[in-house]
C-alpha cells in the first residue's frame, strides 16, 4: 500500500532483518538513534546520540590519507603513516566516510523518511505472515524521535503489520495514548526497583518509568506488555535487587513472561570506534550462578522467564 508523504524523516542506525528475540515470530527491527539515558553497561553507545556519527576502526585504515584531505575541519591526520583522528574536533560530516574505501571511517545513522523506511522493511512481509511475526522498533529509546515513530508504527499498523516497541519506560505519560493506538506490544525495560540507583546508573531516576509501566499494564493488560530486565553485575542483581523488581511488577499486577538478559562485554570496540575510549566500563559477564537464582526467585512468584544470551 502507497504511503503518503508525511514530512517526518527519522535517523535510523540500523535495520536488522530476521530478528527472534524481540516479540513473537520473525521480525524486522528497526533501530532509531537517541536514548536518555546514559546506562554504564551500554552495548550499543553508538545509539546514544540523536544525530547521525562517524565511527573509525583503525585496524581497516591502509594509511592511504584521502579522508586527510577531504577533512576540512583538520580532524584527521598522518603521522609516521598512521592515522590520527582528533574525535573531539570531528563534525560528523561524513566525508571521511565517502572516500574511505577500506571502511575504516564509516557513517552511523541515516535520515529516512516513513516512506523509505517502510519500502526497506516490507520487503521482508512474506516472512512476518509466515511466522506471524511484525516490525519492532528499538533504539537508543525510540520514543525520543515521537513524530517519526508514530508516523512509522500508524503506516505499519495501515498495512497490517504487527507492532512492537521497545522502549525503557523513559517518555512523557501524554504520549502513551498515541502509543496504545499503534503499538501492538510493548517490550519494557524495568532495570532498577530503587530511583537512587537508577539515577547512578542510567542519569535518570526512575519514577516516570514505573508511572508509565503502571499506568500502561492498567491499560492493556500484560497480554501486550513483555518486562524486560538486564542483568548486570554491581547493579541489580543481588537478591533484594530482585526481589524489589519483582515486587514492582506484582503490586503492578504483571502476570506476563520476564525477558532476563545478562551483561556480556561485547561492546569495548564500539567505544573505541567513537572515540569514547573513557566511557567504557569492563565489566565481568554475569555469572551463570547468578542467573540461574535470579529464574528461580521470578519462579517463585509465579513469574515465567526467558532468558536471551
Known sequence: MAHEATGSVGVIFDIQRYCV??????????????CPMR??????????QCRPQVRFLATRCDGCGACVERCDVGAIRLRKGKLL???????????????CTENAFARIGEELSVAQTMERVMADRDF??????????????????????????????QDGIHTALDTCGHFPGR??????????????????????????????????ILENFRDLLAKVGSARVTVR???????????????????VLTSAGYEGEVHLM????????????????GDY??????????????IAQFAAHGLETRLYG
Open 229 to 247: 530486565v538486564p542483568l548486570v553485575p554491581g547493579f541489580n542483581t543481588e537478591p533484594g535487587d530482585i526481589e524489589a523488581v519483582i515486587e
Open 21 to 34: 528475540y524481540d516479540g513473537p515470530g520473525i521480525r524486522t527491527g528497526v533501530f532509531l538513534k537517541g
Open 85 to 99: 583522528w582528533d574525535f573531539e574536533h570531528c563534525n560528523d560530516c561524513g566525508e571521511c566516510a565517502d572516500v
Open 175 to 208: 504520549l502513551l495514548p498515541q502509543l496504545l493506538e499503534t503499538v501492538d506490544l510493548f517490550l519494557f525495560d524495568i532495570k532498577h526497583a530503587d530511583d537512587q540507583e537508577h539515577q547512578r546508573a542510567t542519569g535518570f531516576g526512575n519514577r516516570r
Open 39 to 48: 546506562c554504564f553497561w551500554c552495548h550499543n553507545p553508538e545509539s546514544q
Open 128 to 157: 512476518f505472515a509466515g511466522s506471524h511475526g511484525g516490525v519492532t522498533v528499538s533504539g537508543g529509546e525510540p520514543t525520543m524521535q515521537p513524530e517519526f515513530l508514530l508516523h512509522l508504527l500508524r503506516a505499519l499498523r
Open 281 to 294: 566500563r569492563d565489566l565481568s559477564d554475569t555469572p551463570p550462578a547468578d542467573t540461574d537464582r535470579v
Open 262 to 277: 545478562p551483561y556480556h562485554g561485547w561492546a569495548k570496540s564500539k567505544y573505541e570506534s567513537l572515540g569514547r575510549f
